[in-house]
């Protein structure tokens, strides 16, 4: 909403860095032993990303101090849920990402450098169905 005002960026920026550390720090391994346990706090965490890389990818994109590669990272672990609005949620984070990164070469070295685990995590969660 407020993302393309001048005179807001910095602060949604702010914000999104914010939201993003916390929510790493919360679901890195040494505090959470079981991603799981989570799960609704992705869901709305990637739920918010993707809407952000849909209205405004360039937010994100230009954030100095956002760990991208993490979120990435996250966003391939949160698929290994068996919440499915969760995996939903981070699938259209990824998607939506990876549609950006055509244009924005920061998020398209960072689908380079993880679509090999992007990769593995869905040939994973394919074997697991059957």
């Given amino acids: 909403m407020y993302g393309r005002n001048k005179s807001h960026v910095k602060l949604m920026q702010s914000l999104l860095c914010e939201?993003?550390?916390i929510t790493l720090h919360m679901t890195a391994p040494p505090h959470c032993q079981n991603i799981s346990?989570?799960?609704d706090i992705l869901e709305a965490f990637f739920n918010l990303l993707a809407q952000v890389l849909k209205k405004n990818a360039e937010l994100l994109a230009s954030a100095e101090s956002?760990?991208?590669e993490k979120l990435f990272q996250c966003g391939i672990l949160a698929l290994s849920v068996p919440e499915a609005l969760t995996v939903k949620a981070s699938s259209s984070f990824l998607v939506n990402f990876i549609s950006q990164s055509t244009e924005l070469a920061l998020l398209f070295s960072v689908v380079?450098?993880?679509g090999e685990s992007l990769t593995l995590r869905i040939?994973?969660?394919i074997g697991e169905l059957f």
């Fill in 112 to 114: 380079q450098s993880n």
């Fill in 19 to 21: 939201l993003s550390s």
């Fill in 66 to 68: 956002l760990e991208l």
């Fill in 37 to 39: 346990e989570y799960s």
């Fill in 123 to 125: 040939l994973r969660n």
